[in-house]
Structure formats: structure tokens, C-alpha cells
């Protein structure tokens, strides 16, 4: 296990007090690791730092379990003083100010996307155990309710009565063997209005009674809700099939591809951008204005987008690259604008947005050969970033 630490944080750890962590150190019974990314100049982070700080304290002391987890801070500081004094607040120690490189690899790894995001994974394979750790320090505050915070069937957790827009209730066991959409709004946000009754305008849902705050914590808890809206879609048996619901409708209005199974290679929209900002994506640009027009690009990079979805699928573990084409359009033309790419097409590149890094290959002939070869070289951490 700590070799797969190692790995994961490198070999050294610092503390407030300025003193360095042999990873190796972090204990043979270490089971569960939270990640916690923050930035010390953020509101809400300062604001959650403190009740970790009390959830910490209470687990350490108290908990039958307390030997078995561990949080390390991966901070977003730009300031090192400012990190520094951040620090010097917290228990548990955090990965060194100057190891960017690591802290952007976690950041990407586990697909956060706002802070403060809290990330308990599994210490011997890395692999989510509860992506909103967040809600696991408000409501098992001492922490020795439900530890390890795992998973458990959506059938489980969202067990109970179900209210609809008349005030009748039905049991959550209706939906059994039924395709299930979960989402999650409020009625404050206008994406959310926006994403729903666009499709299920006619189609009253049920919904779980604003009353029971813990089984709605539980389904946020589930599936690591970092923003809303989001719209989760499970099926017959209660597996997630997509997250990306909502952009699905917005994309698919009259559900041809229902029940959106993901697919290898999406054709770059203004619906669909948000998930440029999911992780690294690779970006094929070339010469189409026309619709169909981009169908013999996505064929060229689709096989080794299924080859890398059906090996960490096998895994268990997310895809670490998201496909996409894209032609000649506003959407695509403010796209090379903000990350300053050349106008060429076809023109390959790979786009780290929350690293603010781009890898391109600009070839006169795009293969497939060289599409892989390009993919292959960035999961190795073989190719020279440029700045966005």
C-alpha cells in the first residue's frame, strides 16, 4: 500500500510546522484517505476548514476507526505565505506548495471541479469511496456513524416514500426495473428551470420530501454533487449509465439516443462545453461546417476512444480523456481563441483547462496511428505542456 501512496502523493508530505512526512509513514492500518482541495483564500474553504478541524479532532480522539484514515490538504494557493499560514490551521499535513505538477494530476484524477472538495478514496487503490466528504463532516460529525462512508444501492439510499406534484406519495419500490432520473436542482437556479421542462414539462416526477434532508444528503453523498444542476441517470438495475443527463436533453430533445449510454466521441456544442472543464479532453479540429461533415473524424479517433473507455472501465475507474470533435463554428472558433490555438485543420490537441495547459499536434495527415501515439505519450506524462 505505500508504494501505491507513493505514487499517488509522492514521497514526502509537509506540515504547518514546516516539518516533512515520509508518506511511507501514514501507517500500516491506513484504509481511507481523504483529499482535501482548498485554497486559503477562499470564504467557503476557510469556513469548512474549521469544522473539518472539529470533525478531525473528534475522529482522532474518540473514533474506534481513527487510526485508519488520514487527510492530506491539495491546495490551489498561488501565495506560498499565504498557503504557509493556511497550513498552520489544520492537523493533517498537505502536499508541498511547489509540487504543482502532483497536486494538478489529483485535481484531474478525482474531477474536481469547485472547492472545498473533500475526496475519500480507498488508501490501497485510489479508487472513490464518497466523492462529497463535505457532507459526510456535517452529518456524521464525529464520524462514527457510517465509516468508511461507502457506497450503497441507490434502491438503499433512496428508500422511503416518493411525493408528487398533487401531494400523493408512492414508495420508492415502484421504481424498481425502471429506467430512474435523478436529479438534483433548486427552485433559485435558472439552469435548472431551463434543463427539465424543456423535456419533462408534461411528465411529473416524483420527488423526495424537502422534510427528509438526510435521505437527500445521503443521494447527494451517493453521487459526489458538486454543482447543480445535474441530472443522473440510472438504469434498470440502479447503475449509473450518465451524469451528463442534463446535457443529453439539451443535445437529444426528442430522446432518440435514450437512454444515453456515454459515447466515445462527442461532437463539440455550447451544450456539451461545460465538460471541457471535467479534465483533460482531446480535441480533433477540422475543416466542417456542415452537419454529418464531422462523421469521418469522429470515425478516425473513435477506436482508440473505446479502447481507452473499456480499459478503465474494466478498472473501475473514470476515463481520464474525454474525445471530442469539433468543425468550423462560433463554439469552436471562441474555443481556439481562449486557449490561443492556430486556425490549421485538422489541427489535434489535448486541453487541460483547470491546469490551463494544451498539447497540440499540428501534422499535415491525422491517422489513426498518430492519434494514438499522441494519447499514449500524454497518459505517460511524455509531452511538454504550453501554457493556455
Known amino acids: 500500500m505505500s508504494e501505491f501512496l507513493v505514487n499517488l502523493l509522492g514521497e514526502r508530505l509537509v506540515n504547518g510546522e514546516k516539518a516533512e512526512l515520509d508518506v511511507h509513514a501514514l501507517g500500516s492500518k491506513l484504509s481511507l484517505l481523504g483529499l482535501y482541495f482548498g485554497c486559503s483564500l477562499n470564504g467557503p474553504c476557510k469556513q ?39 497550513l498552520q490551521e489544520m492537523q493533517w499535513p498537505a502536499l508541498p506548495f511547489k509540487d504543482r505538477h502532483k497536486k494538478m494530476k489529483l485535481w484531474n484524477k478525482y474531477k474536481v471541479t469547485s472547492i472545498p472538495s473533500l475526496v475519500f478514496v480507498d488508501a490501497a487503490t485510489g479508487k472513490v469511496v464518497c466523492r462529497n ?3 459526510v463532516v456535517r452529518d456524521d460529525p464525529k464520524g462514527d456513524l457510517e465509516f468508511p462512508w461507502g457506497p450503497k444501492p441507490f434502491a438503499e439510499v433512496v428508500d422511503g416514500p416518493l411525493l408528487r406534484n398533487n401531494r400523493q406519495t408512492t414508495d420508492s419500490s415502484a421504481l424498481e426495473g425502471s429506467y430512474v432520473g435523478v436529479y438534483f436542482s433548486a427552485h433559485w437556479c435558472p439552469p435548472c428551470r431551463k434543463a427539465c421542462t424543456h423535456y419533462f414539462s408534461e411528465m411529473p416526477w416524483l420527488a423526495v420530501p424537502y422534510t427528509d434532508e438526510a435521505r437527500r444528503s445521503r443521494l447527494n453523498r451517493l453521487y459526489g454533487i458538486q454543482g447543480i444542476p445535474t441530472l443522473i441517470l440510472l438504469d434498470t438495475e440502479g447503475h449509473m449509465i450518465t451524469r451528463q443527463g442534463r446535457v443529453e436533453i439539451l443535445n437529444d430533445p426528442d430522446c432518440r439516443l435514450f437512454p444515453w449510454h456515454p459515447r466515445p466521441v462527442l461532437e463539440l456544442s455550447e451544450s456539451n462545453a461545460v465538460q471541457l472543464h471535467e479534465g483533460p479532453c482531446l480535441v480533433l479540429f477540422v475543416d466542417a461546417e456542415e452537419e454529418g461533415e464531422l462523421e469521418p473524424a469522429k470515425e478516425l479517433i473513435q477506436p482508440i476512444a473505446e479502447k481507452i473507455m473499456a480499459k478503465y472501465k474494466a478498472k473501475e475507474e473514470e476515463t481520464p480523456l474525454l474525445f471530442f470533435v469539433a468543425g468550423e463554428d462560433d463554439m469552436s472558433d471562441s474555443l481556439r481563441d481562449y486557449t490561443n490555438l ?5 489541427l489535434l490537441t489535448i486541453l487541460d483547462m483547470s491546469a490551463r495547459a494544451k498539447y497540440v499536434k499540428d501534422v499535415e495527415e491525422i491517422t489513426p496511428a498518430v492519434v494514438e501515439q499522441f494519447v499514449s505519450d500524454f497518459l505517460a506524462e511524455k509531452l511538454k505542456p504550453e501554457p493556455i
Open 342 to 346: 492556430p486556425e490549421a485543420a485538422p
Open 133 to 135: 466528504g463535505l457532507l
Open 48 to 86: 469548512f476548514n474549521a469544522s473539518l478541524c472539529e470533525f478531525y479532532s473528534k475522529f482522532k480522539k474518540s473514533s474506534d476507526h481513527k487510526d485508519k484514515l488520514e487527510i492530506v490538504f491539495i491546495s490551489s494557493d498561488q501565495d506560498q505565505k499565504q498557503w504557509q499560514d493556511f
